[in-house]
Nanobody
């Protein structure tokens, strides 16, 4: 079956960095658009960044120039490098795999807390 497993979350001080990873199995990883989303308490889940199978990336305005999404198709893994973290980046971060005409897959999420 399909599994997306996120890791790398934790507690970090404002201005710090974290690198999230999402390891996928059960899919042909290179054919999927991979994305990172986040959900803060009391808020809707929102897009953070995506990386298509055609190597196109997109970012939410709130994270541009601070976050970088990358993928390694040989390792079936997508990453999110997060720099200059702010308290408002605190959320559960989810990995998503999507492809046209198929149901998307989600990971279980990893908590990121930015606090002094």
């Amino acid at each position: 079956q399909v599994q997306l497993v996120e890791s790398g979350g934790g507690l970090v001080q404002p201005g710090g960095s974290l690198r999230l990873s999402c390891a996928a199995s059960g899919i042909i990883f290179s054919l999927y658009t991979m994305g990172w989303y986040r959900q803060a308490p009391g808020k809707q889940r929102e897009l953070v960044a995506t990386f298509t199978s055609g190597d196109t990336t997109t970012y939410a305005d709130s994270v541009k120039d601070r976050f970088t999404i990358s993928r390694d198709n040989a390792k079936n893994t997508v990453y999110l490098q997060m720099n200059s973290l702010k308290p408002e980046d605190t959320a559960v971060y989810y990995c998503k795999a999507s492809k046209v005409f198929t149901i998307p897959y989600w990971g279980q999420g990893t908590q990121v807390t930015v606090s002094s």
